[in-house]
């Protein structure tokens, strides 16, 4: 058993020990594309995560954020000719335009209607763009965001390097994280957490729940749109999938797998899925069902996700 | 302790020990080919026969010495169907195993995304599934090569051959995602010369199990030719469902691709008389000398069975890869894309030329007709009425696709 002090001062430093994991988490990886893909959905989950483990809101069109994020940083880039760091901004802010239409519609309801509501207008921000194929390309995805160089206060790196794009990726990941890390100290974390656990009694205490939900709706939207955007760099294309329900629903499984309401776990949930999806998939074309089996042990024997209960048992 | 000293002397002895393999593996190192396939999601199965077929190309080019002894190797990779997930494939293709080419895909979307990888770090990708977007501007490269047939050409070739046959007055009927849109703009583009009546121009939604409400409306039209574009388990039903509404009675159903793991997998009855394109059917084997040398090879790899049109197209895909290596007498990108430039061949199907311009593989279109009787044996399921000739007039021009 580790010394409480040691614990807690794990805790406090949370930024700075998950800094030092990206930085050395490449290295481990069997491929760095799929340490950039672990990266940026676990910034996906986390955003996601900031709704469903702290607000408590669990939200089923995630991925109308997410590819929001993609698809506005994809179309400044093509159409417009952005240069990379404003196709970055447009997909921070895209993802979070998106959220607060969808936000301002949905917040009104709870618990499953919360859940339908958000589902269906994802699915409309998926036909928008399916057919408006002039802008997004439709079916056939968007292509063409051609990012090789990045220019930074006179530093030259190319991005198409494996590592060097990891470690760009990494820098924006740690960026949001440590964003994230300052939101859920804040006086407006703890308010999240009150809505969450009694929402009559945080209104009765003077807190206007429903701006609290849009409010931290829209900061879901920008992590999960800088997620997408990120994506778009990273993989050079937009696929229309990454707007579809399924990916709404991968985000939930990530989250439940690492842990919800866990500050790391999301990480955790992204790493492991999308591990076991590319190594299983290696050895058999059945890799869904060994996937499968994997997630059912774990809502079972780990409600609380892999990080939650390994948290769990050092507090114990 | 004096004995395990460090000095600089071991450690450059050590470190020259242990850069040697590495010398080693340049000269000599296999010919690495990646091969991102579906094979899970709906078109596993012809996925499953591409790499069948692919490695048949594999093993010949290794059997018969390689490039001056290098030996090739086929890297399968699963991309799901999913263009996120292929980039993500391609690029461990690439990064990781340090692929010298790339093969395969078997979806417009999935292609595409497979190509913006590969193109930006120019390494040559060769496609061999249905697009017309990927030979065009903007997707196109000097290092992307397309090496199946596209929608322009399938539905011209058909659509060439059932207008002058079976009437003018036509019903068609899409699945409503970019493949049905395609091929029913490739289907007017040839019936306008030809003066065909468009009775009506319905759609479907991807994935439809039920028919049954457009049947009747398509039956009080009295159509002389019903043309379905949709693929796969759309495809199933949709001719399943017309034939048990006795549609065939009165109108021709005509299919732009029509499958051959499809009609394996639904039996005669219900394709019996459906009218449709391929890329290959084994059948051409008897005035094709070059079908009846792949199919034997197949055959013997696969006890006996024989290859699909998809699966075919792995083959040819991996092996135009290969072919242009020993050409080129090189692996290098650049003496490889001259070598494939122009290249005229016959390696499974007949003559075929990699058009210069847009790398586009100028060559036949198959008619097929479904057939219940008559069948030699299990995999004979389709007679073949006409053989659309390689002409590259038969293609989108190169001044259309964007190309200078």
């Known amino acids: ?316 | 302790m004096a004995t395990s000293k460090l000095t600089r002397r071991s450690v450059l002895a050590a470190t020259s020990i242990l850069a040697m393999p590495a010398v080693l593996r340049a000269q000599d190192a296999t010919i690495k080919i990646g091969f991102p396939v579906p094979l899970t999601g709906p078109y596993g199965t012809e996925a499953k026969d591409q790499v069948a077929c692919a490695q048949i190309a594999i093993d010949d080019f290794n059997a018969a010495g390689g490039l001056a002894g290098r030996k090739a190797e086929l890297l399968v990779r699963d991309d799901k169907l999913n263009p996120g997930e292929a980039a993500t494939r391609t690029l461990e293709l690439i990064e990781k195993d340090q692929v010298n080419f790339i093969a395969g895909s078997l979806s417009a979307a999935v292609q595409l995304a497979v190509n913006n990888v590969a193109k930006q770090r120019g390494v040559i990708f060769n496609s061999i599934s249905q697009s017309d977007q990927i030979t065009a501007l903007p997707d196109w490269s000097k290092t992307t090569f397309h090496e199946a047939m596209t929608p322009h050409l399938t539905a011209g070739a058909v659509g060439r051959y059932a207008f002058s046959k079976f009437g003018k007055k036509v019903v068609f009927l899409r699945a409503d995602y970019a493949y049905g849109d395609e091929m029913v703009d490739g289907f007017k583009a040839t019936g306008a010369s030809m003066g065909i009546e468009v009775l009506a121009d319905l759609k479907h939604p991807l994935g439809m199990t039920d028919f049954s409400t457009l049947l009747p409306r398509i039956q009080s039209l009295k159509p002389d030719m019903l043309v379905l574009c949709n693929f796969g388990r759309d495809q199933q039903i949709s001719i399943k469902q017309a034939t048990d509404f006795g549609l065939k009675k009165t109108t021709k159903i005509v299919a732009p691709i029509l499958l051959y793991t499809s009609r394996v997998a639904v039996g005669p009855a219900a394709f019996e008389g459906v009218i449709g394109g391929t890329s290959y059917y084994w059948g051409i084997e008897a005035n094709t000398p070059s079908a009846k040398i792949f199919n034997d090879k197949y055959r013997k790899a696969n006890g006996n069975k024989l290859p699909s049109d998809y699966g075919a197209l792995g083959y040819a895909g991996v092996r135009s890869i290969l072919d242009a290596c020993l050409r080129a007498g090189s692996v290098e990108t650049a003496k490889v894309v001259t070598a494939l430039e122009g290249a005229k061949y016959d390696s499974y199907k007949g003559g075929q030329e990699m058009r210069s311009c847009d790398h586009q593989s100028v060559q036949s279109v198959f008619i097929i007709e479904s057939k219940s009787k008559d069948m030699i044996n299990e995999y004979d399921v389709f007679n073949v009425l006409a053989t659309d000739a390689a002409n590259a007039d038969n293609l989108r021009s190169c001044k259309d696709e964007g190309h200078a």
């Open chain 1, 1 to 316: 058993m580790l010394p409480a002090e040691f614990v807690a001062r794990c805790k406090r430093h949370r930024v700075v020990l998950s800094v030092v994991f990206l930085l050395i988490f490449p290295l481990v990886m069997p491929f760095k594309a799929i340490a950039v893909n672990i990266l940026i959905y676990g910034l996906f989950a986390l955003g996601f995560n900031l709704l469903f483990g702290t607000l408590g809101l669990l939200s089923f069109g995630h991925a109308a954020l997410f590819g929001g994020g993609a698809y506005a940083c994809g179309i400044a880039i093509v159409h417009y000719g952005a240069p990379w760091w404003l196709g970055i901004f447009a997909g921070l802010l895209g993802g979070m335009l998106i959220a607060a239409i969808i936000g301002a519609l949905a917040i009104r309801t709870r618990g499953i209607y919360f859940a339908m509501v958000t589902l269906a207008l994802a699915q409309c921000v998926y036909f928008v763009a399916y057919q408006a194929s002039d802008f997004t390309g439709g079916e056939n995805g968007l292509r063409g965001i051609d990012v090789r160089d990045i220019n930074l206060f006179g530093l030259h790196i190319n991005f198409v390097d494996p590592l060097n794009r990891y470690y760009v990726v990494a820098a924006f990941v740690a960026a949001a994280l440590f964003v994230l890390s300052r939101i859920l100290a804040s006086p407006f974390g703890a308010v999240l957490e009150a809505v969450r656990e009694n929402e009559a009694r945080a209104r009765a205490c003077g807190y206007d729940v429903r701006a609290t939900r849009f409010v931290a709706f829209v900061i879901s939207g920008g992590f999960c749109g800088l997620a997408g955007a990120l994506q778009a760099l990273h993989l050079s294309i937009v696929p229309i999938e990454t707007l579809y329900y399924q990916t709404s629903g991968l985000v939930v499984m990530m989250a439940l797998l690492g842990g919800m309401g866990t500050f790391f776990g999301p990480f955790i949930g992204a790493g492991v899925f999308l591990l076991l999806e590319n190594l299983v998939s290696l050895w058999t074309v059945h890799w869904q069902l060994v996937v499968g089996a994997a997630f059912v042990a774990c809502v079972l024997f780990f409600p609380r996700g892999i990080w939650g209960t390994i948290l769990l048992g050092r507090a114990k």
